[in-house]
């Protein structure tokens, strides 16, 4: 009996969408004939809007041309749009300064021009800023939309962290993938994922946070917008049109270009972090200690830095000081009196800061049931999670029920009552809690769309401050792919990255965006609390920690890796960049085993956190030898020589959106060699720091922008816009200033 009812189903369900496939089918072939005949009239046409140059062959492939700002220079192939060739119809000037195309079904794409005024904060003298908003829009969600952009001319900054990091980013190359906060080490863009890119041909290109945007890179930049997992759209809202923004800006300048984008978009930090953290070192037992801590090594290790008159800003008590994750309680066992353990660190004027999270241990089943039963964790939506996935695999189901939502008849006789029943049933079951697999084990996810969530999480963290004595936290994790699987938030519709009328767009960068933003608010006085994740969260005045970094010498998330990771961030908006700690993470055959890093590294890697924004110690100088205990005195001397530049720089961050690291094309933007510069860095426009970055050199090539430079050590001045050879010692660190 139950086997002939199934059998039964499927036949109505199938009958059904033959008559749907084939009425659809109807309907397109009435519209044919016009849309062919309009079509023959106006392919491989060109159409000309302010200084772009649209293209548009006999397939409807949209080639984009762009004249430079330039005079003397011609037209210049910018990318390609319409890669999933959607047919062209017509276009039409809304008036001089609208665009808008129309292809088949009912997708447009409508580009509006505008400038942009800007003030130099050099010459005070104004300029103009080109910028396209172009907006592909579709009636249903099903559609998908792809353009992209040739690398080829001028080279290209920005765009999402990675773990291989190279400055400019034309030698990267990945596959689609989706572009949210991720961790780096298993393959996903890294924890601040920025959409945009700056071209030093003067082109500067910002995508809608909130698009469902998918990047690819080779040859070309790709962009692929797409509601496809991890992009999801509720089962309710299934019949949202599809709409693609970005932004295109050009100015001749790249410099003054960039600035633009900051102050009209990216926006500036609102204040500084606190001004010890950014001149004194930060020390913490991770990676020294990885999760091996206990009061006695705590302790001796920070008396053994005051003992050897180190500057400290704050000591950072990292991983495993709880007895399950989540639980804001210390481990007994490792810590019998953690207020007297703090007390004793306070005497010694440290600062102390503890590692936190926002996972909770299954471990910790008492207080796990709690919060799942107040709704402070996020939950799994298991059944619209596998309806959309179903509708994923197999693109004839989305469209079926989609025509059955919109038919009236089909309506009427309710079609879809069962799938609406079975839903009706499951919202009635209580909702089962999400479970995360983070790299400590099996753990619940803190839903920070719940202001009840954030409201708890704080008050938490204040119990922790007034009962012991913390100072503030370093906030680890935050990336979208430690949530769980099918993920269920209070606030599905919560869209606070930008404001928007349309309520039913939801994207999972709002996780990282939120917590960011929670940090802050628990430590907004001090100002010594760290985060690794950003999304559209610029203003914050607090230190943005860059991914765990391997103690290797090498592009791959080692030591060369460094400077192009700073300089992405300080272009992405995030000025104030800790590096993390000098050396290298020292894995062993796992992130939880210590090998200590190579002598000569731990050197090389101290002179280039010189005059970063920030520096953190772990491994600590005298587990070396005398030699590296003295070069690191150096280093900090030097560091502490320039303590008012740092700060000057800090607040120029604030004032005009300036990075306090910059690469050399920032005091030079048409120098095409600065323009490659990878080694060297600016602290400011007048201080530059040229490390050594490979092992077992004494001779490296030192590149300076225009002007001249003078060597801090020999007094010796070099002229602008050439490359000296310079010979190094070990304890060498090539600082020049601006004459």
Known sequence: ??????????????????????????????????????????????????????????????????????????????????????????????????????????????????????????????????????????????????????????????????????????????????????????????????????????????????????????????????????????????????????????????????????????????????????????????????????????????????????????????????????????????????????????????????????????????????????????????????????????????????????????????????????????NLLPALPGISLWWNGLAGSLDFTNELTCQKYEADLKHLQDKYGIDSFKFDAGEVNWLPPFSKFHNSSCNKIVEQTDNTKFTLGIYPHLYAKLAYRIDSTLRIQEVRVGYSTQTLPIFVRIIDKDSTWTYSNGLKSLLPSVFNLGLLGYPFILPDMVGGNGYGLTIKQTKFPDRQLFIRWMQVNVLLPGIQFSFPPWAYDDEVIQIAHKCLRIRMKYKNELIQMANECVEYGYPMIRPLWFVDSYDSVAQQIDKEYLLGNNILVAPVLEKDVNEIDIYFPHGQWKDIQTEKVYDGRQSYSYRVKIDDIPIFERV
Request: proline residues 4%; hydrophobic residues 35%; charged residues 20%.
């Open 1 to 426: 009996m139950n086997e002939s009812w199934l059998r039964w189903l499927f036949y109505i369900f199938f009958r059904l969408t033959v008559i749907l496939l084939l009425k659809r089918r109807r309907q397109q072939q009435k519209q044919r004939p016009s849309q062919v005949q309009k079509r023959e009239t106006i392919i491989a046409q060109n159409i000309s809007f302010h200084s772009l140059t649209l293209n548009i062959n006999e397939k409807s492939l949209i080639t984009v041309h762009i004249k430079p700002s330039s005079v003397d220079k011609e037209n210049f192939l910018l990318g390609y749009l319409n890669e999933e060739k959607f047919k062209f119809i017509s276009h039409e000037f809304v008036n001089e300064n609208s665009l808008k195309l129309h292809f088949a079904s009912d997708i447009s794409l409508s580009i509006e021009h505008q400038y942009i005024e800007q003030k130099s904060n050099e010459t005070k003298m104004a300029y103009f800023v080109h910028e396209y908003i172009l907006t592909w829009s579709a009636k249903n969600n099903r559609e998908k939309f792809h353009d992209k952009f040739t690398l080829s001319n001028g080279y290209w900054y920005g765009g999402p962290t990675q773990k291989s990091v190279h400055w400019p980013i034309n030698k990267y190359q990945t596959k689609f993938k989706p572009c949210l906060c991720g961790d780096a080490y298993k393959g996903h863009f890294g924890g601040v994922c920025e959409r945009y890119w700056l071209s030093s041909v003067g082109i500067a290109l910002l995508v809608d946070p909130l698009a469902p945007l998918f990047v690819s890179q080779n040859t070309h930049l790709e962009l692929l917008s797409k509601y496809r997992t991890p992009y999801r759209l509720s089962v309710n809202n299934k019949s949202v049109r599809h709409t693609f923004q970005y932004r295109l800006l050009q100015h001749v300048n790249m410099r003054d270009l960039h600035l633009t984008v900051i102050n009209h978009y990216l926006g500036k930090p609102t204040g500084t972090p606190d001004h010890r953290m950014i001149i004194e070192p930060i020390w913490s037992t991770w990676a020294n200690f990885k999760q091996n801590i206990n009061t006695d090594k705590i302790l001796n290790y920070a008396k053994e830095i005051v003992r050897r008159k180190f500057p400290y800003s704050q000591l950072c008590i990292d991983d495993d000081w709880t007895n399950h994750y989540g639980q804001f309680e210390f481990d007994k066992r490792k810590f019998s009196d953690p207020k007297n353990m703090i007390d004793q660190l306070k005497q010694m004027n440290f600062r102390v800061t503890f590692w936190i999270h926002p996972f909770l241990s299954i471990k910790a089943t008492k207080l796990f049931i709690q919060m799942w039963y107040k709704g402070l964790l996020i939950n799994m939506d298991l059944f619209s999670s596998i309806i959309n996935l179903l509708t994923e695999r197999f693109q004839i189901l989305q469209v079926v029920l989609h025509d059955l939502e919109q038919n009236s008849y089909y309506k009427s006789i309710q079609l879809l009552w069962p799938i609406v029943k079975i839903k009706q049933i499951y």
